[in-house]
């Protein structure tokens, strides 16, 4: 079974500018989950999904941050304008149902 | 407010020595709990969880966790660890809000394991 896929790796841009991140979940995982990860602390939820709906994007910085989930599969993070604050490991997980999320290896985002 | 506490932000054991990481909860309901382990330049990978009935439950790589209702515990164990278990370890739980809508999944801060030779 294919994990879930992310990319980039890696992305290092300058601040003010825009940066967007793909993920595409397990196979059949109704629910999608955009984590961010800041160095020394755990993943906080930005946003959640079922299928092509959002669930739960009450920490999402919405002024700057955006997301969609087309078709209810693969998914686009986006930061526009990106600050120095936003440099963090960026989590995509997916689920099914209520059981254990599957995590992609992250995105690691560099603001300076 | 719900969280997820994790009291030690570094646990040190030598190797062979039995290990235990602390986690425990404040949410609503009966949540769902889990341990994910998360290596360098890695995302989480799943451990263990427990839903429902023994409250000892085994995972991978010879965790084990045991969850305490009274004291809204889930405390990851392992018998004899090894260097290789040098990793970052959190729990997560997920849960029905109070306020109703979507079930949620979150973290602790994490613990760092340092298992020495």
């Known amino acids: 079974e294919a994990g879930v896929a992310q990319s980039p790796r890696y992305k290092i841009i300058e601040k003010r500018q825009s940066v967007a991140f793909w993920c595409n979940p397990i196979?059949?995982?109704?629910?999608l989950y955009w984590y961010q990860q800041i160095l020394g602390q755990g993943p906080k939820l930005l946003i959640q999904?079922?299928?092509?709906?959002?669930?739960?994007d009450s920490q999402l910085p919405k002024d700057r941050f955006s997301a969609e989930r087309l078709k209810g599969v693969d998914s686009t993070l986006k930061i526009q304008p990106a600050k120095l604050e936003d440099s963090a490991v960026y989590l995509c997980a997916s689920s099914l149902g209520r059981r254990e999320a599957f995590f992609g290896q992250g995105t690691r985002l560099t603001v300076v | 407010a719900q969280s997820v506490a994790q009291p030690e932000d570094q646990v040190n054991v030598a190797e062979g020595n039995p290990l235990t990481v602390k986690c425990t909860y404040s949410?609503?309901?009966?949540?769902?709990l889990f341990w994910y382990v998360q290596y360098p330049n890695r995302g989480l990978q799943f451990l263990l969880k427990y839903i429902t009935g023994d409250n000892l439950v085994k995972g991978s790589y010879g965790f084990e966790a045991e969850f305490n209702k009274s004291q809204t515990s889930f405390h990851l164990k392992k018998p004899s660890a090894l260097v290789s278990d040098s990793a970052l370890y959190f729990c997560a739980v997920r849960f029905l809000p109070k306020t109703g809508g979507y079930n949620k999944l979150i973290f602790g801060a994490g613990t760092r394991l340092a298992v020495h030779p």
């Open positions: 949410v609503s309901g009966n949540p769902y």
């Open positions: 196979s059949g995982h109704a629910t």
């Open positions: 999904f079922q299928n092509n709906g959002v669930v739960d």
